[in-house]
């Protein structure tokens, strides 16, 4: 197979591995809210996940298993960053152009 289609393959693991990841740190963030009453959703409408709050540890409960769960999350995210900065690597050093 061509670099290309290698390329292809690689993007397409690559691309489910980050959604993956950012899914369950999105997961994650709606956990901490819960766990957090300044963060509480109780209007009973949807709202997006309040992730710059629970990535800075702002108004985020202080006990251990939400730290935790922060920790987590964090760690999730950084390994998405991580990716993106190696597919970019990646893309610049190995591909023809």
């Given at each position: 197979?061509?670099?290309?289609g290698?390329?292809?393959?690689?993007?397409?693991v690559?691309?489910?591995a980050?959604?993956?990841a950012?899914i369950q740190?999105?997961?994650l963030?709606?956990?901490?809210e819960?766990r957090s009453?300044?963060?509480?959703?109780e209007?009973g409408?949807?709202r997006?996940?309040?992730?710059p709050?629970?990535v800075?540890?702002?108004?985020?409960a202080?006990?251990?298993e939400?730290?935790r769960?922060?920790?987590?999350?964090?760690m999730?995210?950084a390994?998405?960053?991580?990716?993106f900065?190696?597919?970019?690597l990646v893309?610049?050093?190995?591909l023809?152009g």
């Amino acid at each position: 197979m061509a670099v290309g289609g290698w390329f292809y393959i690689g993007s397409v693991v690559w691309a489910v591995a980050m959604l993956a990841a950012f899914i369950q740190a999105i997961r994650l963030s709606y956990r901490i809210e819960q766990r957090s009453s300044a963060l509480r959703n109780e209007t009973g409408l949807p709202r997006y996940a309040a992730m710059p709050f629970t990535v800075t540890n702002w108004r985020v409960a202080r006990d251990d298993e939400t730290q935790r769960l922060r920790r987590r999350m964090n760690m999730l995210l950084a390994a998405n960053l991580a990716g993106f900065v190696l597919f970019a690597l990646v893309v610049l050093v190995f591909l023809p152009g």
